[in-house]
T-cell receptor, first 113, second 113 residues
Framework: SQKIEQNSEALNIQEGKTATLTCNYT??????LQWYRQDPGRGPVFLLL?????KEKRKERLKVTFDTTLKQSLFHITASQPADSATYLC????????????FGAGTRLAVHP | DSGVTQTPKHLITATGQRVTLRCSPR?????VYWYQQSLDQGLQFLIQ???????AKGNILERFSAQQFPDLHSELNLSSLELGDSALYFC????????????FGQGTRLTVV
């Protein structure tokens, strides 16, 4: 069955550094991969989407890479700020126009001043 | 504001009871998803509807059912409730035609006592 793995341990970094989060998947060949941010007790918020034929996508301080050979996506936040502290989720997106989204468990990021 | 409305925000009920959670998707979105998130757990995909029809099913218990109405709002029915059903239940909606982001509601927090 499809499996999505994200580092379950929290990532603690210093303000201003680059945070790098990993999403690995098995038994699946997604056409798209998405990243979401979730704050405690709130619904996830969409950040970035990357297609299988794209290697990299950027949005302001965010960068996502997608390696379909390694079955891995990396999510980078540059010049991190305490306000970036949250749980980050990756989600695999199916094809066919009916976007079944399966989420990883998420990685909690804590940015310290 | 994501444009997705979930009601109620909080629900406390006893074991063995039945509850209905309601979701109004973003205007124009045809896809509705339901997710369960238990304490400190990831988002578990329950079920997806597209324009009134069931499109994908996750690990949804037989005690749970859902439907999407002609006006596109959706309801998730949970019956014979158990303590372990206590969780945040999220609804999300998305557009059509391939890779699109999902917009999440603020969730319904269900507590079974």
């Amino acid at each position: 069955s499809q499996k999505i793995e994200q580092n379950s341990e929290a990532l603690n970094i210093q303000e201003g550094k680059t945070a790098t989060l990993t999403c690995n998947y098995t038994n699946y060949s997604p056409a798209y991969l998405q990243w979401y941010r979730q704050d405690p007790g709130r619904g996830p918020v969409f950040l970035l989407l990357i297609r299988e034929n794209e290697k990299e996508k950027r949005k302001e301080r965010l960068k996502v890479t997608f390696d379909t050979t390694l079955k891995q996506s990396l999510f980078h936040i540059t010049a991190s700020q305490p306000a970036d502290s949250a749980t980050y989720l990756c989600a695999l997106d199916g094809t066919g126009g009916y976007n079944k989204l399966i989420f990883g468990a998420g990685t909690r990021l804590a940015v310290h001043p | 504001d994501s444009g997705v409305t979930q009601t109620p925000k909080h629900l406390i009920t006893a074991t063995g009871q039945r509850v209905t959670l309601r979701c109004s998707p973003r205007s124009g979105d045809l896809s509705v998803y339901w997710y369960q998130q238990s304490l400190d757990q990831g988002l578990q995909f329950l079920i997806q509807y597209y324009n009134g029809e069931e499109r994908a099913k996750g690990n949804i218990l037989e005690r749970f059912s859902a439907q999407q109405f002609p006006d596109l709002h959706s309801e998730l029915n949970l019956s014979s409730l158990e303590l372990g059903d206590s969780a945040l239940y999220f609804c999300a909606s998305s557009g059509t035609g391939g890779a699109t982001e999902a917009f999440f509601g603020q969730g319904t927090r269900l507590t079974v006592v």
